[in-house]
């Protein structure tokens, strides 16, 4: 899947800079255009001539050498780059992405690129486990790098814990990984919802709900990078849609309900992942409501189930719905699996810490017909996103719905 593909392999100066050689190599013969670009500490590890002889071009190090005046190097590669790899990813290095620093062509470079970006870091595992460096991962998760975890065995410091690069081989599965995902939806329509609804009770004031719109967004980019159309109904949300989707906006539930029937049939995958209002108000005033005494009492009606109403009409839609719960997760999501008559439920406790509305993580478990496929433990929701898709990749292939 790398063949002809343009990868810059950035190298930090870690003493697993010496597995970069052997990455390098790999994605050469798997035939990948590699551009190595190195630290002046990844210097002291392994010398820039090692990796210029394997990677068969210019080793980049220093942002002021530039050698073909027709460009500036840092933007000439980052525009031309189909990924950009760092392996090994120090602490140093992966504060500096984190904070947007650009000190040196590395840093510059990737401040520049706008195509995806694959980190492995690799470093001592009291420094791996610092809240500084968790947060500084956590926040590059968050704007969708991706990151190979680190091994667990023998550290240079003497410890034997985590923190040690993965192997090159791991590496380039990833790597492979990632360029595989662009077919597993291609040709498919998918539709997401995303956000909380708004019922108005008068003009300046509305029910609603915490929903960010960040899972919906998550899923809806994700559904892009493996090869879908996108259509993604939007709420009320705190975040921003991703780009490349043709995005519907709507306010109420009848505005999504309506919006969301309207394309229903010309899709192969839903996702309903909005968090939409189960009432509102019998009457919405004109005006803005006076205060009238102590109480105020409204009266509210049921809105219309949209996940139900699309599970009644389903003719070969891969329908999924979401679940948020506070108890019983795995009861009640099964029972909505059946009565709404969906193909998979993403249940959360939204009890828990990292799994509730707002943040950038979620913890679900998701069921089929069968029971409970697989439950994710704390993760970046556009994780979580990429193992649902593929979850239901998967099972489109199963029943004959996919590529095979």
Request: with cysteine.
């Amino acid at each position: 899947m790398v063949n002809g593909k343009t990868i810059i392999l950035g190298i930090t100066g870690g003493i697993a800079a010496y597995k970069g050689a052997a990455l390098c190599s790999k994605l050469v013969q798997a035939g990948a255009n590699v551009h190595v670009i190195m630290t002046e500490s990844a210097t002291k590890f392994i010398t820039p001539l090692t990796l210029q002889t394997l990677s068969r071009n210019p080793v980049y190090m220093d942002t002021f050498d530039e050698r073909d005046p027709a460009v500036v190097s840092h933007i000439h590669l980052a525009d031309h780059a189909d990924l950009i790899v760092i392996a090994p990813a120090t602490a140093n290095a992966i504060a500096k992405l984190a904070g947007g620093h650009a000190d040196d062509m590395l840093s510059t470079t990737l401040l520049a690129a706008t195509c995806p970006i694959i980190i492995a870091p690799a470093m001592n595992v009291h420094m791996y486990e610092h809240p500084a460096v968790v947060h500084n991962m956590e926040l590059l998760a968050s704007r969708g790098a991706m990151f190979v975890e680190p091994g667990t065995g023998q550290l240079a410091c003497g410890y034997v814990a985590k923190g040690r690069l993965a192997e090159p081989e791991d590496i380039v599965a990833a790597i492979h990984s990632w360029f595989d995902a662009g077919s597993k939806l291609k040709g498919k329509r998918l539709l997401v919802t995303a956000g909380g609804t708004m019922e108005r009770l008068d003009p300046v004031r509305y029910l609603t709900n915490d929903s960010s719109g960040k899972m919906g967004f998550a899923i809806a980019e994700a559904a892009l990078l493996m090869g879908a159309e996108v259509t993604l109904v939007a709420g009320r949300t705190t975040a921003a849609p991703p780009s490349g989707v043709n995005l519907i906006r709507v306010e109420s539930a009848q505005q999504m309900l309506e919006a969301v029937t309207g394309v229903y049939a010309e899709m192969d995958i839903v996702v309903k992942s909005a968090a939409v209002a189960d009432y509102r108000a019998v009457y919405v005033s004109d005006q803005k409501l006076k205060k009238n005494g102590e109480n105020l009492v409204l009266e509210l009606e049921r809105t219309t189930d949209i996940l139900e109403t699309l599970g009644k009409r389903k003719q070969h839609q891969f329908l999924v719905g979401f679940a948020a719960e506070t108890e019983q997760i795995e009861h009640y999501a099964m029972d909505k699996l059946t009565r709404k008559n969906c193909d998979l439920i993403v249940a959360n406790d939204v009890g828990l810490a990292g799994a509730g509305f707002n943040g950038d993580t979620n913890i679900v478990q998701v069921f089929g017909p069968e029971g409970l496929i697989e439950a994710m433990p704390l993760l970046s929701k556009r994780e979580v996103a990429l193992r649902l898709l593929d979850i239901i990749a998967e099972r489109l292939v199963f029943s004959g719905g996919g590529k095979e």
